[in-house]
């Protein structure tokens, strides 16, 4: 999506400022000098493999998790403290709610929790279900509720206090396409609002549609940090994805030769393989004679833009094929 904001750039004061974040477990490291700024009202994507240290990462930030040096700081306050604590907002990716109580009855519940006086609570919980659009659902009971519903409340729950900085864990699994175009606006309305945003999902197509900017952490090093489209013209240039469909399984050998075309089989299902062409039809016509001296029938051929998917793939896929 283009960006409604330059990013953490001048002018725009800061909701988050990681740095160099250090984390390790028993001696061995899991974070590996993470920096990470995030402008009020920027939407942030954080991508990567299990393992990459995601988990770890946010509950650094949310002063969950000791840091081994590093530091953080939201909204200009130091990680840790209770100035900081106010200011950030986290929502997990397990619905946290009572289903026997509406949504309003929990909104009071949590927002008495976080200290909210009596005077201020009905105006934050109505706040909170304005921003997340739940005020035609506000007092029907939770476990009435679809799980992109309920989510919905979980971001609110999160919201009631102000927070500048809010950050999520999976807020779209485990619900439909109109559910995850629903949380998608909210969160657009959440980041209108000044405040910025932290999200791991592993809907790649949401986090292009949703996001500034996308982080990619890889073996607890970030090893990609920029816009959707300024990290594939930096990494694939004019190069385009083609996609083979062959018409039966290639023996050992040709799948070898496959690969050193260039190609890797996509989830090691050797009828399906992936590679890089570039733009133009001479390098289309040079692959099919290379195909056809190969004895290798296609059954589909399909070129296109790269996109985040792509991109995701280049970055950590492991030896042996494409994820």
């Not at 008495?112 to 659009?133: E, F, H, I, K, P």
């Not at 029907?140 to 309920?150: H, I």
Request: aromatic share 2%.
């Amino acid at each position: 999506m283009a960006a409604r904001i330059a990013g953490a750039g001048e002018g725009v004061p800061l909701a988050l400022d990681a740095r160099d974040l250090q984390v390790g477990y028993g001696g061995d490291p899991v974070l590996r000098g993470v920096d990470m700024q995030i402008a009020a009202g920027e939407i942030v994507t954080l991508l990567g493999p299990n393992g990459a240290g995601k988990t770890t990462l946010m509950r650094s930030i949310c002063g969950r998790i000791p840091l081994t040096s590093g530091t953080v700081s939201v909204a200009g306050r130091s990680g840790g403290s209770g100035a900081a604590r106010r200011m950030l907002g986290f929502v997990p990716q397990e619905i946290a709610l009572y289903p026997m109580l509406t949504p309003r009855e929990n909104l009071r519940f949590f927002g008495r929790l976080v200290g909210l006086s009596r005077g201020a609570l009905n105006a934050a919980v109505d706040r909170a279900l304005q921003l997340t659009q739940l005020t035609d659902r506000a007092d029907v009971l939770v476990q009435t509720l679809s799980g992109g519903y309920q989510r919905r409340v979980n971001i609110a729950a999160a919201i009631l206090h102000a927070p500048r900085m809010l950050v999520l864990d999976e807020p779209m699994v485990g619900v439909d396409v109109n559910a995850r175009q629903a949380l998608q606006q909210v969160l657009l309305r959440l980041a209108e609002e000044g405040i910025g945003i932290l999200l791991t999902t592993h809907d790649l197509e949401q986090a292009e549609r949703v996001s500034d900017r996308v982080v990619i952490l890889l073996q607890g090093e970030l090893i990609r940090n920029g816009s959707v489209e300024s990290l594939i013209a930096e990494t694939f240039g004019d190069h385009r994805e083609v996609h083979l469909t062959l018409l039966q399984q290639p023996e050992d050998g040709l799948q070898a030769s496959l690969r050193g075309l260039g190609l890797a089989a996509v989830n090691g299902d050797a009828l399906h393989w992936l590679g890089e062409l570039e733009s133009g039809l001479v390098p289309m016509r040079r692959l099919l004679e290379q195909l056809e001296d190969l004895q290798i029938a296609v059954r589909e051929i399909r070129v296109r833009q790269p996109d985040l998917d792509t991109l995701y793939r280049r970055l950590t896929a492991g030896p042996g094929g494409v994820r």
